[in-house]
């Protein structure tokens, strides 16, 4: 057999399910069969719908990174990673981890985790077992929302399309469909999608798909638009892997509802980097699609009191806090005076996502607002 269907890692359940969930390991998926033997018509796409609203997935909000050791340093370096990784899946942006705001945030990253954990994991690899250390770490909803708003960003719904995927591979032998009997052969495919928030699953192998074969190799998602219909499903994504010296190449359709939203092709030397280039291009245009802003509130200058300031360290520990929180461009102290500091706040976003931001950490603790909005107007905290 070919190194391509020789990949001996643990079998990735690839099967439909509401949102993101945990690869699991076993003996692998249940087939998905088609809901009905005939094929219903693609639905037209509609060019004035909205963007969805979004949704959240709690389970983005958590991720895996792998580190060499599990000291202080090493877990501060894998968090600030892992904070890159989810704001990119909550995103779609695969740019977004190198925003000035997200990067900023990274250097007090723990003050956006709710949980870690460290785990050893072994893998198999030509008969020779590895072991490596994982560090699971799980983020604040609420704080990295706001910190998606401030840094520009838009948030991708968690309510995203689970295509089928139409895969043939010829590594020399004829081009063969990929089915939910081989769900090892796209691991690295599977993979990658999780890590960017999207599932793909694998059709069952009828008679009628496996003499599909030929419009999967001349990527023609139009033909295959009614055999993806069965499945109750209308995206899909065709490819197709094949030997080209001194390598191999992919060539990739991702569609929906009958409309072409992505089209590219990759080579590499390694056949386990083509499978997995079925996932990025096409979760950009996804996203790019349909990727909304978040409310948080209008970005500017806002006057908060602060209770509880009763010392010079007490000033220090609140200029620190204040000075490090990403979404907080620049501190103005207004007003001092024995029971309460005034400060004017300039604000990568509204006081309702700097209200949702000092929930999330133990310095301040924001206090119910004083009066109305034309009374004052200022937000009232206390330094804990």
């Known amino acids: 057999m070919h190194p ?30 088609p809901t009905s033997t005939a094929a219903a018509s693609p639905a037209e796409p509609d060019a004035t719908a909205a963007k969805p609203k979004p949704v959240r997935n709690p389970a983005f909000y958590s991720t895996d990174v792998l580190v060499n050791s599990q000291s202080a340093g090493e877990r501060h370096a894998a968090t600030a990673r892992a904070l890159g990784q989810v704001v990119v899946r909550l995103t779609g942006n695969p740019q977004a981890a190198l925003n000035t705001v997200i990067r900023r945030a990274a250097a007090n990253v723990e ?3 709710t949980n870690y954990a460290f785990r050893q994991d072994s893998e198999t690899v030509n008969g020779v077992p590895t072991y490596k ?8 909803p609420d704080g990295v929302d706001a910190l998606i ?18 895969l043939a591979i010829d590594d020399g032998r004829g081009p063969r469909l990929v089915t939910s009997q081989q769900p090892n052969v796209v691991k690295p495919l599977a993979t990658r999608g999780l890590e960017r928030g999207i599932r793909y699953l694998l059709p069952a192998g009828t008679a009628a798909e496996q003499a599909s074969v030929t419009s999967i190799w001349g990527l023609n998602a139009q033909a295959m638009e009614p055999l993806t219909n069965r499945y109750g499903n209308n995206a899909q994504l065709v490819g197709k892997v094949f030997r080209q010296p001194p390598g191999w190449t992919g060539a990739w359709v991702l569609s929906q509802a009958g409309v072409e939203l992505a089209r590219w092709s990759f080579s590499d030397t390694d056949p386990r980097r083509v499978i997995a280039s079925g996932v990025d291009e096409g979760a950009n245009a996804i996203a790019k699609r349909d ?23 007490d000033f220090i520990r609140l200029m620190s806090h204040l000075q490090s929180m990403a979404v907080v461009r620049k501190v103005t102290v207004i007003q001092a005076s024995p029971e309460q500091l005034r400060l004017q706040l300039d604000l ?5 996502g700097f209200r949702t931001m000092v929930g999330t950490g ?3 603790r924001a206090l119910p607002e004083a009066g109305t909005a034309g009374s004052a107007g200022v937000s009232r905290f206390e330094l804990q």
């Open 111 to 113: 003050g956006l985790t």
């Open 133 to 140: 250390t994982i560090l699971a770490v799980m983020f604040d």
């Open 362 to 364: 133990d310095v301040l």
């Open 291 to 313: 990727a909304v802003s978040l409310d948080t509130g209008a970005a500017g200058l806002y006057a908060i009191d602060v209770l509880g300031v009763n010392s010079q360290s």
């Open 149 to 166: 708003a401030a840094a520009g960003l838009k948030y991708w719904t968690a309510e995203r399309p689970k295509p089928i995927l139409w």
């Open 4 to 33: 391509i269907v020789r990949l001996n890692a643990c079998a990735l359940l690839i099967a439909a399910s509401q949102g993101f969930a945990q690869v699991s390991s076993g003996a692998g998926p249940a087939p998905v069969r």
């Open 348 to 352: 990568g976003i509204g006081m309702k």
